[in-house]
């Protein structure tokens, strides 16, 4: 799922850390099951890298 910026500035801090970390266990989750497996969507693992860079950018900006 593709976030754009402007749906995640409507988000809350919290909210926002906890898209991180469901983000970040669904790529290890990939890789790691990756190894054993062809994963059906490659293109997976780039957009939820991207979904990641986008909630840590927010983030900063609202420091």
Known sequence: MI????????????????????NRKKVFEIVYHDQFKKTKNVKEVKNLKKDIARILTILGESK
């Open 3 to 22: 976030m754009t910026p402007n749906k995640l500035r409507q988000n809350s801090e919290t909210e926002l850390t906890n898209l991180l970390s469901e």
